[in-house]
Every structure is written in C-alpha cells, then in structure tokens.
C-alpha cells in the first residue's frame, strides 16, 4: 500500500492539491490499518496485520542514561594518565562496575586490585565510589602514588558524615551495606555510622534522641522516604539530608517514566551495577516486560516479540556505545522477525 501511494503522489508531482489529498488517504488507510492490528482477535487476522505494526517498531532511549559525569570523569583521569605513564596502574577495586570497560582497561596495563595490599608501587587509582581513610592510610607509601578520582558528590557526603558524626549519637546511611561508597563512608564517621538498607531495619533500631540520616548516592528514592518515615517515629530530633545524586535521580526518574511508554525495556549494564538493578527494579514494578542484560547480545527476540515499542536504558556506569550497540542488536532482530513474516503467506478471506 505504501509503494502505492508514493508511486501515486510521484505522478501528482505537479498537482499539488491531488498530492495532497493521496497523501490523507494514506494517513487514514494507515490508522485503519492500525487499529485492525490492535482490535483483531483472530489469529489469521492479526497475523494478517503483524507486518503494519512490526514495521513501525520504536526504539526509544531513556532521556538521561548512561554515563554519569562522576564515572565519566573517572574514566578520563585514568585514559590520561595512561598516555604519560608507561609503569604500572592499578584501581582500587573495578573503576567502573561494567564488564567492557574492566576488560578495555586491563587491555591498557590498567589492572583493578582489592585492597592496598595487593600492590607495592605504582600508581593507584581510588575510583568515584571514593574510599576510607584508613584504607588511603594504607596506601601512603613512598613507592605508591595515589591518584584520586573520587566523585565531587561523593567528596562532600563524605565531608557530611564526618561533620554529623561529631553532634549526633548515630549516623545512619541508607544504602547497601556492601556497596564501596557506603563501606568507605563509615570510615569517616568516627565509629557512629550505621548502615540501614530498608525499611524494616530503620524499624528495628531502638528510639534516639539525636540521629542524622543521609543516603548512599545511588540509593532508590523511594526507599530513603520510607527510612525516613520509621525513623521520624522512633527519633526525637533527626537531621535528614537527601544526598541521592542529581545523575542517579535523573536516570531513575527517565527510566520510569519510559516504562509506563514501552512495550518491553531493557535495562543494560553490569550485573554488579547497583543503580542499574535499582533502574531494573523499579522499571518492572511498572512494567512486567523489563529485562535486564549484562552485553547487548544478550537480548533475544522473544523479549521483544510482538513489541511496536522498546525502551533501552542504562545506569551511571553503562558506557552510551552498549545503549547504541544494543540499537544495532534490536533492529537486527527485528528485521529477521520481518523476513520470517513475510515467508507466512498471509490470509486472503
Ligand atoms: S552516580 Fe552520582 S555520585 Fe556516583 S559517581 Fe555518578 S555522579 Fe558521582
């Protein structure tokens, strides 16, 4: 139908106001196509019909997605400082919690270690997530050179802890307990700091007089209200300060709103990314049909079977080249899932 038109308007070329007219023919022969494929209930039919909807696939990218500036500027300092040096550089645990930048990086001579320990010169990169004072202590040596690519945003909630931890009985951070922010953040809480992953831990604390309250950078919004809600019960006087990240809360507010617009989401990142899984989490109480992968090849094609939509997202530590390259995947697929279709001889009755 569409060559029809196109042929047809070719011919009225010169007659604009014909043109015109072939042309909202198309637009209305297009919608009731549209709708038969959307209201058909039988099989035959909506086979029938599958061609029109496949062919107008979406593939939408969540609006804030992908890097964030603190890995992104992590990621720089350590590219640079490759360039100029040509002896050993280690990070202090993975720079960024993605699989392909791990391996890109060991690929330049930068090698990730797990503690101070492991490593007795060179340079030492500490990553956004930052870390404890008695860990960089560690690191104070003269064959060691330490490079510190801790996030600003990080640096001042670390300034935080330390201040709350000198007028306050307890600081409470809301976050994951084994996560490398939260653990280098007790370190500067001088033995106060208490870590709370949810709502039923703040619930069984023991009531307070003085508390302060932050978050992990990357934490869930709604989880840090609904800590702060049970401590507001059991605190006479609580100091909370709301330090989710603007990055994090941006990703996590594109990617729910991309939710409620897409047939299917896919959520890309490393599977040890804690602002992707909560992107994940929180896209699929919205939408059943999120997935999450850790490469783009992962995606198949009965995630995204049927879908005219497709939602792609990413936390702060999934480079922008996966969401493209998970593009490249997702229309490939569904040109293959074209070809099948066009092999299915459709029904004539
Ligand atoms: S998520 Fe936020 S705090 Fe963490 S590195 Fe990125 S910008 Fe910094």
């Not at 590219?79 to 280690?90: A, H, Q, V, W």
């Not at 008695?134 to 996030?151: G, M, Q, W």
């Not at 922008?320 to 066009?342: R, T």
């Amino acid at each position: 139908m569409v060559l029809k038109i196109f042929c047809k308007l070719h011919l009225h070329q010169n007659n604009p106001a014909s043109a015109r007219i072939l042309f909202i023919i198309f637009v209305v022969k297009l919608i009731f196509y549209l709708y038969l494929g959307l209201t058909k209930t039988d099989e035959n039919d909506r086979l029938s019909h599958h061609l029109i909807l496949i062919a107008i696939m979406d593939i939408i990218i969540a609006q804030n997605s992908g890097f964030c500036y603190g890995v992104r500027r992590a990621l720089r300092l350590v590219e640079n400082l490759r360039t100029k040096f040509s002896g050993p550089i280690y990070t202090l645990g993975e720079l960024i919690h993605n699989p392909q930048i791990i391996n890109y990086l060991e690929q330049k001579g930068v090698h990730s270690i797990s503690s101070p320990e492991d490593v007795d010169k060179g340079i030492v990169v500490i990553r956004s997530h930052g870390a404890a004072p008695e860990v960089l202590a560690k690191l104070d040596r003269p064959s060691i050179t330490i490079k510190d690519a801790t996030c600003p945003h990080v640096k001042k909630i670390q300034n935080l802890v330390k201040e709350l931890s000198l007028s306050n009985e307890e600081v409470l951070i809301c976050g994951n307990a084994r996560h490398p922010e939260t653990q280098g953040l007790l370190g500067y809480c001088h033995s106060k700091g208490l870590v709370i992953e949810n709502i039923d831990e703040a619930r069984h604390l023991p009531p307070a007089k003085k508390r302060a309250v932050l978050a992990q950078s990357t934490q869930d919004l709604e989880i840090f209200q609904q800590v702060v809600a049970a401590l507001l019960e059991k605190t006479n006087h609580l100091q909370v300060y709301n330090t989710i990240c603007n990055s994090t809360l941006t990703r996590q507010k594109s990617t729910t709103t991309l939710a409620k617009k897409v047939d299917v989401l896919i959520i890309i990142g490393g599977r040890n990314s804690s602002n992707t899984n909560k992107l994940f989490l929180q896209a699929k109480k919205i939408l059943p049909r999120t997935y999450f992968v850790e490469y783009p090849q992962e995606i198949t094609s009965s995630m995204i079977k049927n879908a005219r939509r497709v939602g792609l997202s990413g936390g702060a530590s999934t480079p922008p080249e996966a969401l493209m390259e998970a593009v490249a995947v997702i229309k490939k697929i569904d040109q293959a899932q074209q070809s099948n279709q066009q092999k299915v001889t459709p029904c004539q009755s």
